[in-house]
């Protein structure tokens, strides 16, 4: 498996998710690392995507890791799960510092709820709101896609539903969130489209704090099958 591409401080360099040989494990002879999500990185050298580097501890684990991103202040969030409970899905955070990562901590009920799942975690561009896909209660059904503000200090603050149009009784997943265009690009079960999950665009008035109504990005991106984890570069280019 290998999914959630997101950049990684660069347009040159990527962050994915993917369970195969060679991963984070505590006990090799009970545990199968292709079974495993951890995070890897790539850097595009010369037009060639160089060999996956595993970001090994503090951010892997003997768990799930995956969907993760780095904010240019160099913190990492990502998600965290574990097959023992398939009911919880938490996100994680860890601050870098030289290229190396500090311990992992779950970050707050403003964003985990026990005994729900969010997940996918995005900064926007300035560093002043975390969107993510979650199932918690007060949502319009299933997934949702929340909001939360960041304040100066680094300090996330309680999740808000982005409500309708944006969500709806299916799931709204891997929000991700362009500052040039001001568009919110995710993918959505409840909204017409070309089968499972679509990937739709919004366009967010900053003037009046307002979403457009979500425009389906058709094919060749999306397709009869589930489409998610759309990511473009800064200049659109990529």
């Known amino acids: 498996s290998n999914f959630a591409p997101m950049y990684y401080l660069s347009p040159n360099k990527i962050i994915f998710t993917s369970a195969r040989r060679n991963g984070v494990v505590n006990d090799p002879e009970k545990q199968d690392s292709k079974y495993l999500c951890d995070l890897y990185y790539s850097e595009c050298l010369d037009s060639i995507w160089q060999r996956p580097v595993n970001f090994g501890r503090p951010v892997n684990s003997a768990l799930h890791e995956g969907a993760g991103y780095v904010t240019p202040d160099d913190v990492m969030l990502f998600t965290r799960?574990?097959?023992?409970?398939?009911?919880?899905?938490?996100?994680?955070?860890?601050?870098?510092?030289?290229?190396?990562?500090?311990?992992?901590?779950?970050l707050n009920q403003n964003v985990n709820v026990p005994g729900y799942k969010s997940m996918q975690p995005f900064v926007n561009f300035d560093g002043t709101r975390l969107f993510f896909s979650s199932n918690r209660p007060g949502g319009l059904g299933g997934f949702d896609i929340w909001c939360s503000v960041i304040d100066e200090n680094g300090f996330i603050g309680p999740a808000k539903n982005l409500g309708a149009p944006i969500n709806t009784p299916g799931d709204e997943v891997s929000p991700f969130f362009h500052a040039v265009s001001s568009t919110l690009y995710y993918s959505s079960s409840g909204l017409?489209?070309?089968?499972?999950?679509?990937?739709?665009?919004?366009?967010?008035?900053?003037?009046?704090?307002?979403?457009?109504?979500?425009?389906n990005m058709g094919g060749p991106v999306n397709s009869s099958k589930d489409d998610a984890y759309f990511i473009m570069e800064r200049t659109q280019q990529r």
């Open 192 to 215: 017409p489209g070309m089968g499972g999950l679509d990937v739709f665009k919004s366009y967010f008035n900053s003037d009046d704090s307002v979403y457009t109504f979500p425009k």
């Open 81 to 106: 799960w574990s097959d023992a409970n398939r009911e919880e899905t938490f996100i994680y955070m860890a601050k870098m510092t030289d290229g190396k990562f500090f311990e992992a901590f779950k």
